[in-house]
């Protein structure tokens, strides 16, 4: 079965407010995490990533936090425009394997 | 940079025939690729992982004599669904891993497979 899970399914936010999604990993030996987006038909765009030596990496309009004690990803979007209406998919990963395993992803709707 | 082609983007078939998909990493030489598939309004689901050269290492669960993956080179990896059923019909995505960027996959687009 998964071993990442997200806390909430939909998300609606308004228009240049901040977003944040949630998600909860189990295998606590993952040692890489990804944030993706996923517009309907599309495929998954890489948005950003942490490693598990780290706790916090800001990008462009978006931040990914890691708490490792309770194996919870967040990722943070500021300012949220309409163009960030999307899936959003993490995923962790173990270096050793190569092998992606998926959160089962939350609709984000930005509305104007 | 980091990126992955897929094609067709769309393909409507008829039960019992077979349909290849072609991925391809325009821009970088790719270690692996992965092939996923994907439900409506579900995650993704990992079928099998390819390396160049070698046989892919297929999920639990998925058929390698159903579904075929050749990684001829570093930059194509194909997936053919053999004698295709309306079950069979997704959306089926490929990934593609360069070893010098570290363990971030890059998607391709995805293919709609439709079997009718």
């Known amino acids: 079965g998964e071993s990442v899970g997200l806390h909430l399914p939909t998300l609606s936010v308004q228009e240049g407010d901040n977003s944040i999604i949630n998600c909860a990993y189990s295998?606590?030996?993952?040692?890489?995490f990804i944030w993706y987006k996923q517009e309907s038909g599309k495929g998954p765009q890489f948005i950003i990533d942490i490693r598990s030596n780290m706790d916090k990496r800001q990008g462009q309009r978006v931040t990914v936090l890691l708490n490792k004690t309770v194996k919870h990803l967040s990722l943070q979007i500021a300012a949220t425009q309409p163009g960030d209406s999307a899936v959003y998919f993490c995923?962790?990963?173990?270096?050793?394997?190569?092998?992606?395993?998926f959160g089962k992803g939350t609709l984000l709707t930005v509305n104007p | 940079g980091a990126v992955v082609s897929q094609h067709p983007s769309r393909v409507i078939c008829k039960s019992g025939t077979s349909v290849k998909i072609e991925c391809r990493s325009l821009d970088f030489q790719a270690t692996t690729m992965f092939w996923y598939r994907q439900f409506p309004k579900k995650s993704l689901m990992l079928m099998a992982t390819s390396n160049e050269g070698s046989k892919a290492t297929y999920e639990q669960g998925v058929e390698k004599d159903k579904f075929l993956i050749n990684h001829a080179s570093l930059t194509l990896s194909t997936l053919t669904v053999t004698s295709a059923h309306p079950e069979d019909s997704s959306f089926y995505i490929c990934s593609a891993k360069w070893g010098g960027r570290g363990d971030t996959q890059y998607f391709g687009p995805g293919t709609r497979l439709t079997v009718l």
């Open positions: 295998n606590s030996a993952s040692d890489y």
């Open positions: 995923a962790e990963n173990l270096s050793s394997n190569y092998k992606l395993t």
